[in-house]
């Protein structure tokens, strides 16, 4: 087969994150637009992408993309793309989609369509008016933005989020590939020591292992092309097996986590065994007043709690003020703390030295960097433009 498409959306924010990731997998025509990248690639950096990526969301195959204003324009703009490379005629292939700013807004409609291009299609190209759908689910997705119609399949299956390693979390968990992202722009290594004072369910500190270890985050779960008859060849068994081979067991990595609330300590705990790295933590309850590190160099990464009530918001703030108090600003020691509340920086007592917006969920955040030593005064900081 051919060079195919490959698009990955990722959180609004990450987009630099993940296009670095995939660079490494020494894919060509990298292209990073608004929450996606997207790469030209064979079925084996399929197979990579979904195993390796930590930020991308999932891996879809493009099929092409054409402009449609009318049904009969959809109808034959899908007709004409090639799903028999991929779809068997026992295979099952729903269709999902959405539209936007398009004269073809009604989605069931379009989903109908799709459907009914797909089949005209496969029927002319095996030979047969009806379809079982009984064997392996290809999952079809369909965009509409601004009239231009994008076809996908969707590799992944689950979201590439769901690592496997946590199936329980606490009320309010950070996403893994949102954390994966932190723990990149924090610029962590084989040798690095982490602390999170929320851990919660120990996401952050796990996909700091994670990366430190150069553990492949999707390599102890499977992925929906698995069962695709393109991969027969045992593609992602391959790709898995020198993943494998390539883990940093030398590395000298190790983790604190702390919490207020016993179930998150013991949560963070179960996750880091399901994950294979809890001999690199020390899990603790702990308030945030009595957090301290005579490390000389650490990387403090965390998610403090926050509210949406009027109550609960003010809790917050006053953990912010106790989190500027007991966070030394020295030399070496650096901070990467997520947060919606657009008062941080005065609250915390010192202006970051970079900011980043990202989006946790549906919540715009910011993450809070400070990496320079000695603090700066909050107003004086939000004069400069340290945006990014």
């Known amino acids: 087969m051919s060079k195919i498409k490959v698009a990955c959306p990722c959180i609004f924010g990450l987009e630099s994150v993940l296009s670095a990731e995939v660079k490494k997998l020494g894919v060509q025509n990298i292209e990073v637009t608004d929450g996606r ?11 990579k992408a979904n195993i390796w990526l930590r930020t991308a969301e999932r891996v879809l195959i493009v099929l092409g993309s054409f402009r449609a204003e009318t049904f009969e324009e959809l109808f034959q703009g899908v007709k004409a793309l090639e799903f028999e490379n991929f779809i068997r005629k026992e295979d099952a292939f729903p269709v999902k989609g959405w539209s936007l ?3 073809l807004h009604s989605v069931p409609d379009c989903q109908s369509i799709v459907k009914r291009a797909i089949v005209k299609r496969l029927s002319e190209k095996y030979g047969q008016n009806w379809f079982e759908e009984t064997g392996c689910r290809v999952q079809v997705q369909f965009s509409i933005l601004k009239n231009i119609v994008t076809v996908m399949l969707d590799t992944s299956g689950a979201g590439l989020h769901k690592r496997g390693y946590r199936q329980n979390a606490n009320i309010a968990p950070i ?3 949102l954390a994966a992202g932190i723990v990149d722009l924090a610029r ?9 004072p929320f851990c919660g369910s120990g996401t952050l500190l796990i996909e700091a292992a994670l990366y430190a270890l150069n553990i492949a985050p999707g390599i102890n ?3 929906s092309a698995e069962r695709w008859s393109i991969f027969s060849d045992d593609t992602f068994k391959r790709v898995r097996r020198e993943a494998l081979e390539q883990i940093d067991r030398k590395a000298s990595f190790r983790g604190y986590g702390y919490d207020i609330d016993p179930a998150a300590v013991e949560l963070t705990q179960e996750n880091a065994r399901k994950a294979g790295v809890a001999n690199r933590f020390q899990i603790a309850q702990r308030d945030i007043a009595d957090f301290h590190t005579d490390e000389l160099r650490a990387l403090i990464l965390t998610n403090p709690p926050y509210g949406e009530r009027m109550l609960e918001v003010k809790e917050a703030q006053k953990i912010y003020r106790t989190m500027g108090r007991v966070f030394e600003r020295r030399k070496y020691l650096s901070y ?3 947060s919606p509340d657009e008062q941080f920086e005065d609250l915390f007592g010192s202006g970051a030295d970079r900011r980043r917006k990202l989006y946790n969920g549906m919540i715009k955040c910011q993450l809070y960097m400070y990496f320079k030593g000695e603090p700066e005064k909050p107003a004086a900081a939000r004069q400069e433009n340290r945006n990014e």
């Open 336 to 338: 990467y703390i997520i």
């Open 101 to 103: 700013n398009s004269k």
């Open 37 to 47: 990248v997207t790469f030209m690639g064979d079925l084996e950096d399929v197979a």
């Open 188 to 196: 962590i290594r084989n040798d690095s020591l982490v602390y999170d």
């Open 175 to 177: 996403k893994e590939t």
């Open 221 to 223: 779960r499977r992925f």
